[in-house]
T-cell receptor, first 113, second 113 residues
Framework: KAGVTQTPRYLIKTRGQQVTLSCSPI?????VSWYQQTPGQGLQFLFE???????NKGNFPGRFSGRQFSNSRSEMNVSTLELGDSALYLC????????????FGPGTRLTVL | QKEVEQDPGPLSVPEGAIVSLNCTYS??????FMWYRQYSRKGPELLMY????GNKEDGRFTAQVDKSSKYISLFIRDSQPSDSATYLC?????????????FGEGTQLTVNP
């Protein structure tokens, strides 16, 4: 069974731009969560989508948004990029009944210049 | 103060050593505990999952939870160079849905041949 895939793997943007990251969960997984990983803050929860609805949200500004499609694929968008948004963005998927057992993708490395 | 504290290391041990990795947490509402391993340029992978106080063993890995002390540990026996990675503890809060993991900062481990 294929794992969680994320595209693109690497991205370079400049301040003020916006970016969209994509995540395809493991087949059969309907919950998709997003995390931001930085050296100073570690892994921090952004939000979770289940059946196309945002079910849980972390403490990030409104510039960070996401959505989920009917095939469970998810995208996250960051608008008006800031230098501090440089991070590894990780997507994780899980089965509906065991959402605490999450399987992570390889991440998208975003660099904001 | 962070909800989950984990010594970031780095920790360097010789091959064959017993490794002890630890996390403390402040909120007794954390009820489910996991250990993830993250290799460089990869996403985290789930190693161990526990929900009750006591020990759980899986091969060379033992996860230990002490809810009364709010302290969890991961022991690696007969450590191998392939165990060199960052180890992250993660927890799930009972008052939120299971999809929201709260992570420690991660401990970077190097096992020297």
């Amino acid at each position: 069974k294929a794992g969680v895939t994320q595209t693109p793997r690497y991205l370079i943007k400049t301040r003020g731009q916006q970016v969209t990251l994509s995540c395809s969960p493991i087949s059969g997984h309907r919950s998709v969560s997003w995390y931001q990983q930085t050296p100073g803050q570690g892994l921090q929860f952004l939000f979770e989508y289940f059946s196309e609805t945002q079910r849980n949200k972390g403490n990030f500004p409104g510039r960070f948004s996401g959505r989920q499609f009917s095939n469970s694929r998810s995208e996250m968008n960051v608008s008006t990029l800031e230098l501090g948004d440089s991070a590894l963005y990780l997507c994780a998927s899980s089965l509906p009944t065991t959402t605490d057992t999450q399987y992570f993708g390889p991440g998208t490395r975003l660099t904001v210049l | 103060q962070k909800e989950v504290e984990q010594d970031p290391g780095p920790l360097s041990v010789p091959e064959g050593a017993i490794v002890s990795l630890n996390c403390t947490y402040s909120n007794s509402a954390f009820q489910y505990f996991m250990w993830y391993r993250q290799y460089s340029r990869k996403g985290p992978e789930l190693l161990m999952y526990t929900y009750s106080s006591g020990n759980k063993e899986d091969g060379r890995f033992t996860a230990q939870v002490d809810k009364s002390s709010k302290y969890i540990s991961l022991f690696i026996r007969d450590s191998q160079p392939s165990d060199s990675a960052t180890y992250l503890c993660a927890m799930v809060h009972l008052e939120t849905s299971g999809s929201r993991l709260t992570f420690g900062e991660g401990t970077q481990l190097t096992v020297n041949p």
